[in-house]
């Protein structure tokens, strides 16, 4: 190469340097370009599209497909996304599909599906109860559970899981939480709530962990009254806080307000709902909680029975609430009361766009504001019910029963060999227990040296539903336990381990804890028994005298 042509390749480069100097891009900060299209959007929007975001509204089969209430509620009010009740998976996707292409910003697709789609599609296979996941030794398989429930979630084209539920379930007595809880230990109920929030956020579904600030240490249903947490600050913070705390520190997306007086924290006794010192003091601006702060269903009593329903969304909203869950009444009057309240000044434009910011910077985040979306019914019918699924929830089943007292057969001997010879039987018995079904039951079994009873979940009789026992869950366990003083009986308790509190614990020749009657509990409580799968599960709650983690050696 010669002196000439060095010399000009030099000076190009010196020519490239100093122009481009001055013009060097500057570095875009995180969410700085979906902050722009947001701020866009916002920018064009009436007050009409910004309050109708606010709302999520309740939706099931029991609307017609082209229900001229729910067309206005989208078309007109401009809501901001459904929360699905039961349905089927055919006229959800039809209607899905139908009510995205009418609204201008893509709706958010929200269940309440705390053990998996199953909750709302009662097709599918159901996932492990969070109390049958606090038996789990590791947080390992229940990040695995969130990330299966997400592939089911994303597949059906939903986008928001209003789960996991992370209150401390210390009071056996608690009427509406229970089984939805990981158990009493407030370790593990933070460790596996952020684990499960994970898998399933990891997996493209935005979580809510709730109930706020912790409905765990109740004996009322805060769907039908208010309850009431007479605890000071120090107790909150070591116990009922300890969840939230931990979740919010690993990044969940939303947290879920429940309805509850808390005096120590708010001294007019007014429900955490519609409380701004619980809302806004404690969880934004104390916790520094940053995501979306989503309600309760704004339908339940505890809550309505302290303000009227038109006011109700107003009041929450105001106390520092983002999105606005299951109004009660009139959904149409509810939002057009709300958009009056923006109007007179009441409730500041500039505290609207701060919400909304928040919403449509989550729509951003899942894809919604990049067109509008449609589910492909072949698609999702092939890919939601998967092997992967099914592992998963058969894995847990196998890892989480718990036996609480071994079954004492005798040298090699175990249900397989004793069926064998004609001296154990086992009956399992369905949900709709009658007391002539456990008289016939105890008839049967006349003669036999053992008994494997299979006791499924008790609830108290309710609308004569068929899914419920037909008398007084107290008078089953008696009955039974009356029956294991006379026989040979091993239980299987396929229901809550707080079961174990309402039974004869010493008259019983063994018991095992195996949470739910699904086909996978069944089965692996069967193989314990057998002899063929040793049980590792622990007590996720102290129940029967027995402490939490117990099981037998």
Known sequence: MNKRNITLIVAVLVIF??????????RVEPGKVED???????????????????????????????????????????????????????????????????????????????WGASMRFDTLTQFPRNM??????????????????????????????????????????NPVIGQRSFGDDREKVALYGAAIIKGMQDGGIMTSAKHFPGHGDTEIDSHKALPVLNFDRARLDSLELYPFKHVIKEGVAM??????????????????????????GLLKEELGFEGIVVTDALGMKGVTEYVPEERVAIESFKAGSDILLMPPGDKRKTIATFRKAVRRGEIPRERIDESLRKILRMKEQIGLLDGTPQIDPAEAFAQVETGEVLDIINKVAEESMTLIKRPEWGPDQNLETLSAIGAADTIILPRRITKDLLENARKRAEGVEYVVIYLPEMRAPKNDRENYAAIPPQE??????????????????????????????????????????SKANLSAADRVLRGQLEAHGVLPAAAGGFPTGYHAK
Do not use: C
């Open 36 to 114: 722009d299209r947001v701020e866009k959007i916002i920018e064009k929007m009436t007050l009409r599209e910004k309050v109708g975001q606010l709302f999520i509204i309740e939706y099931s089969d029991r609307y017609d497909l082209e229900d001229p209430y729910f067309d206005k509620l989208i078309k007109r009010d401009k809501i901001g996304g459904l929360i699905l009740m039961e349905m089927d998976i055919d006229n959800y996707i039809e209607r899905a599909n139908r009510f995205h292409k009418m609204s201008k910003i893509p709706l958010f697709i929200s269940v309440d599906g705390e």
């Open 476 to 517: 089953i366990y008696d009955f039974i336990s009356a029956w294991a003083r006379e026989q040979k009986v091993v239980l299987s308790i396929m229901d809550n381990p707080y079961a174990l509190d309402k039974i004869d614990i010493d008259a019983f020749e063994g018991i095992l804890v195996g949470y739910s009657s």
């Open 255 to 280: 947290v879920m307000v429940a309805h509850l007086s808390i005096p120590s924290i708010d001294p007019t006794g007014v429900p955490s709902s519609i409380s701004y010192p619980i809302i806004t």
């Open 132 to 173: 049958q996941l606090g038996a789990l030794s590791s947080p390992d398989l229940v990040y695995q559970v969130g990330s299966a429930m997400a592939k089911q979630f994303v597949r059906l084209g939903i986008h928001i899981n209003y789960a996991p539920t992370i209150d401390i379930n210390n009071n056996p007595l």
């Open 17 to 26: 340097v100093v122009f481009f100097a001055g013009k060097r891009p500057e």
